[in-house]
Antibody, heavy 121, light 107 residues
Framework: EVQLVESGGGLVQPGRSLRLSCAAS????????MHWVRQAPGKGLEWVSGISWNSGSIGYADSVKGRFTISRDNAKNSLYLQMNSLRAEDTALYYC??????????????WGQGTLVTVSS | AIQLTQSPSSLSASVGDRVTITCRAS??????LAWYQQKPGKAPKLLIYDASSLESGVPSRFSGSGSGTDFTLTISSLQPEDFATYYC?????????FGQGTRLEIK
């Protein structure tokens, strides 16, 4: 059974940093691309970032480019999101998500339950 | 970035109704489009990928069509468990993007 368990969320002040982690199990992690998708309270889905199976292809939403960094450790079956210079508008539930294939040219096939990030002073 | 515009934004329908949701891309994305269903407090669920391929385990009353810039999700006969919010997503290129969502409510 596929499991994606996010951690690292919490309350943080504007301008500070936070690192999210996602522990994956139940599938061969290094066969699949992975993504972060967020959802602000009461709002729609926003794709944040994606990374191919071997970290060779990475993409970011314009809203986070230059502030967020996605990475993965295939040996640890883990996905990460380093979030710097956080803003109030980054407040959201952050989902870790597994793609249907190895690159960014596949849809998301499975989602974790999310970790909540609140940016407020 | 490619923009996806869904219509309608909300929709009221009855059990047994046939419902169609559309998604228009700001530029051509071939067939690189997926549809997701999200219920309150839950993570989204993949329904359709590659515009018209039904994800394993998804009921056959769900179908998708289209290519290029215009796409549709059709539910042939609404069931009580189908009342939810639906999103389209393009994965043709980075940055990937989602439509704004269509909330399907019980009439």
């Amino acid at each position: 059974e596929v499991q994606l368990v996010e951690s690292g969320g919490g309350l943080v002040q504007p301008g500070r940093s936070l690192r999210l982690s996602c522990a994956a199990s139940g599938f061969t992690f290094d066969d699949y691309a992975m993504h972060w998708v967020r959802q602000a309270p009461g709002k729609g889905l926003e794709w944040v970032s994606g990374i191919s199976w071997n970290s060779g292809s990475i993409g970011y939403a314009d809203s986070v480019k230059g502030r967020f960094t996605i990475s993965r450790d295939n040996a640890k079956n883990s996905l990460y999101l380093q979030m710097n210079s956080l803003r109030a508008e980054d407040t959201a539930l952050y989902y870790c998500a597994k793609a249907k294939g190895s690159s960014g040219w596949y849809p998301i096939s499975y989602w974790g339950q999310g970790t909540l990030v609140t940016v407020s002073s | 970035a490619i923009q996806l515009t869904q219509s309608p934004s909300s929709l009221s329908a009855s059990v047994g109704d046939r419902v169609t949701i559309t998604c228009r891309a700001s530029q051509g994305i071939s067939s690189a489009l997926a549809w997701y269903q999200q219920k309150p407090g839950k993570a989204p669920k993949l329904l359709i990928y590659d515009a018209s391929s039904l994800e394993s385990g998804v009921p056959s009353r769900f179908s998708g069509s289209g290519s290029g810039t215009d796409f549709t999700l059709t539910i042939s006969s609404l069931q009580p468990e189908d009342f939810a919010t639906y999103y389209c997503q393009q994965f043709n290129s980075y940055p990937q993007t989602f439509g704004q969502g269509t909330r399907l409510e019980i009439k």
